[in-house]
């Protein structure tokens, strides 16, 4: 009996199971043919568009992909669509004069290199854009010896130059053209002044019989001293009230005496209304026409005070035994005391707070 019933449980789990797998394969089949049904097929468009680079009889040419040897159902309406790209061809290049390649204006195609499937090179960047112009860095011409304007009397060549350090004007003629004399007969020389002093002048070599000479000749402007200069440096330091003098040198000193026993030194002295308020002293130079000093000193003064003082710096002179005799001396200050440089030179460094100006600056004779 018992045996029995294990039959049966076996024979009924065994319908089951082919029950079951019976089921499986036929959803599967459905699924396959359902999707072998809704398959897209692939159709020509009414119009394709055909690139402008084609000739007329590839435009007419009709590319179609075949369609897939299973076919949607009728109740189907639209599909997909697909084109296949037309062959591509290029244009003849065109030879410039300067031999580089340029395409047609109407040509933008893809070219592909023979030889190889995938390889592709753009003509849009063909185009020449421009060349260079040899003429455009050419130095330009110097007509200024021919081209000469109507009514003109001539024209001259000369060059310019100042020398800070040394505070010289330095002025270099180099020639003159196209001079119209009036006689007929042209000796000409060139007079250069340094306005506005017209008294004192420099004058060129003449040269004889000609309307274009050439000079090539040098002069030099100088600030004009019969005693002799100095230079120093000015500063101001309105937070702190000091005034800062830094005595540098001097030069072309006139000396009475120039044995080595002749020592030459310059005294600083602070004045206020023409009243003197302090004065120091720089160490002694021996038998130097043109001592250097380098020495700075300091003076309290209070801003306000700036319009009324003044300071007076003397070179001296002493020889041993004898007592000191003044070269020479200069005076900066306010207009109330100074004109020309030395009024400049005042009026820079209260322009100028915390900064040293330096100038040289010409001697004068001692007051009687």
């Not at 306000?304 to 900066?332: C, F, N, P, Y």
């Amino acid at each position: 009996m018992h045996q029995n019933s294990c039959l049966v449980a076996a024979v009924a789990g065994g319908v089951i199971g082919g029950i079951l797998l019976f089921t499986l394969i036929g959803i599967a089949l459905y699924l396959l043919w359902k999707k072998l049904c809704f398959l897209p097929s692939y159709e020509e468009l009414a119009n394709p568009v055909t690139p402008p680079c084609l000739e007329p009889s590839l435009q007419e040419q009709n590319f179609t992909q075949s369609s897939p040897a299973i076919q949607p159902k009728s109740t189907r309406t639209r599909s997909v669509p697909f084109i296949i790209p037309p062959k591509i061809h290029a244009r003849d290049w065109i030879n410039l004069i300067n031999e580089e390649p340029i395409q047609e204006d109407n040509e933008l195609c893809m070219t592909p290199q023979s030889g190889s499937r995938s390889s592709f090179h753009s003509l849009a960047g063909a185009y020449v854009i421009g060349s260079i112009n040899p003429e455009l860095y050419k130095d330009p011409e110097d007509n200024s010896e021919t081209n000469f304007p109507e009514g003109n009397i001539g024209r001259l060549w000369f060059s310019v130059e100042y020398e800070q350090e040394t505070e010289r004007l330095l002025v270099s003629l180099i020639k003159a053209r196209n001079l119209q004399a009036p006689a007929g007969s042209c000796s000409p020389f060139v007079k250069i002044y340094l306005l506005p002093d017209e008294r004192r002048f420099l004058q060129s070599k003449t040269k004889r019989k000609t309307p274009n000479p050439h000079f090539d000749e040098n002069f030099v402007f100088q600030p004009p001293s019969e005693y002799g200069d100095i230079q120093f440096s000015l500063s101001y330091n309105d937070y702190l009230g000091r005034l800062t003098v830094v005595v540098l040198r001097a030069r072309g000193l006139k000396l009475q005496d120039e044995s080595l026993t002749t020592s030459v030194y310059v005294k600083v002295s602070l004045m206020n209304h023409n009243k003197f308020i302090k004065c120091k002293k720089t160490a002694a130079v021996l038998g130097s026409p043109n001592p250097v000093y380098n020495e700075s000193f300091s003076f309290k003064t209070d801003q306000k005070e700036l319009d009324t003082a003044s300071l007076s710096l003397s070179v001296l002179q002493k020889a041993e035994g004898d007592k000191s005799h003044q070269l020479g001396r200069v005076v900066v200050g306010p207009y109330m005391y100074t004109r020309g440089r030395e009024l400049e030179h005042w009026n820079e460094m209260t322009s100028k707070p915390k900064e040293l100006v330096k100038r040289w600056h010409a001697l004068a004779a001692a007051p009687n």
